[in-house]
């Protein structure tokens, strides 16, 4: 009994320990997926993994936690789109859901994660990626993004959170003390979401020059990289945004001196987005990352004037906001399928008709089967029957 007391006290301090001891009072198995990063105190898993036996122990964990730095739950389940070939030819398969994919299993984790950053003054990093969030899991998470003391970075990529989504979110950053950076790439965003994105940075842009007006009548020179406000936003992969979205958030930048990067890749801006941008850099110089890459209809000599226009103004070139690397596209070369190898190991077979060659043990047979009882081959009897059954 003294020894379960020490473990539920040291329960917020030390993630594995209280893990484990969850999973013993349930009598289940701890996840190496779920401790493999514990070390470095993050949590970082795929869900798509989880039973749904072995979330209790991980949520009733994280809602306790203090020491986490960050946590990241991913989902890449894709459900079946259209018809498949096996569904063709009448054979059809039982697609597996897991369960994070459940609205109340969604709720519950944005429930434990609400009530970890109101307890953690450690966790810096949320990211949330691919998981289905309704409004009911965003408002609870919200709730606990206005209570968080120490939260640096709220990422929720292709969570399909729509304008509205955005919207929930971004009420309780635009007032955050502590949160540099909103990720909010593939999440079906349009021109509105941009709008809404523009006005939180008028907003923060307003306090803070109120903040830097009050330091400098106490004849002190403000700092503007100490100031708290969002540093960098993403909002890659929402095509919707648009021209429209493009010059919102433009004329925002102009007279803004704090944002440092912002993401807008593949969201259908064309020439007349990209010279609204261009505009606003003749006034802007704290911008360091303007990345409007994969915009297919910017022209490219355009597209050239505006990365090196930003880039001027990125002086240190040890700055933490960097552009982000396109992925690579060469993949690994295919490997050529071979029917033939010459090794000792495996049975390999070509077929011929009704005749069959082995290949490997360097022992050709050219006769039609029925002529014999067995045969024999690799040091073992292939019974007749079983030896047709191969044709």
Wanted: aromatic content about 8%; glycine content about 6%; overall charge positive.
């Amino acid at each position: 009994m003294i020894d379960s007391v020490q473990i539920r006290r040291q329960g917020p301090i030390d993630f594995k320990s209280h893990y484990e001891y969850m999973c013993v009072l349930q009598d289940s198995i701890p996840l190496q997926a779920v401790k493999v990063n514990l070390r470095q105190d993050a949590l970082n898993f795929n869900a798509d993994r989880i039973r749904l036996a072995d979330w209790p122990p991980i949520l009733n964990t994280l809602k306790i936690n203090k020491s986490l730095i960050s946590v990241s739950i991913k989902s890449c389940h894709q459900p079946g789109l259209g018809e498949s070939d096996s569904e063709k030819y009448g054979i059809h398969f039982r697609r597996r859901i897991p369960p994070i994919r459940s609205k109340d299993m969604t709720f519950q984790l944005c429930r434990a994660l609400a009530a970890c950053l109101r307890v953690s003054n450690s966790l810096k990093e949320v990211e949330l990626h691919g998981l289905p969030l309704r409004e009911r899991d965003l408002r609870t998470l919200a709730k606990g993004l206005a209570a968080s003391k120490s939260l640096e970075s709220m990422s929720l990529p292709y969570s399909s959170c729509g304008d509205e989504g955005l919207e929930i979110i971004c009420q309780s950053v635009k007032n955050s003390p502590t949160i540099k950076m909103i990720n909010f790439t593939g999440c079906n965003l349009t021109w509105r979401g941009a709008q809404f994105i523009a006005s939180i940075i008028k907003h923060q842009a307003t306090r803070r020059h109120s903040e830097a007006w009050a330091e400098s009548l106490r004849y002190r020179r403000p700092d503007l990289d100490c100031m708290n406000g969002l540093r960098r936003i993403s909002l890659n992969c929402n095509t919707l945004v648009g021209d429209q979205g493009a010059k919102a958030l433009a004329e925002v930048l102009g007279e803004d001196l704090w944002l440092k990067a912002l993401d807008i890749r593949q969201c259908g801006i064309t020439n007349e987005g990209a010279k609204a941008f261009l505009h606003a850099l003749q006034t802007n110089t704290t911008l360091m990352v303007l990345d409007v890459r994969k915009n297919p209809l910017i022209d490219h000599e355009l597209l050239k004037t505006v990365i090196e226009r930003v880039l001027l103004n990125s002086h240190d070139t040890n700055s933490e906001y960097k552009w982000f690397t396109s992925p690579s596209s060469k993949g690994p070369k295919p490997r050529k399928p071979s029917s033939l190898r010459n090794g000792l190991k495996g049975k390999n077979i070509i077929r011929i008709g009704m005749n069959i060659l082995f290949i490997g043990h360097k022992v050709s047979l050219n006769t039609k089967p029925f002529f014999f009882p067995f045969w024999i081959a690799w040091g073992g009897i292939i019974n007749p029957v079983r030896f047709l059954q191969l044709f």
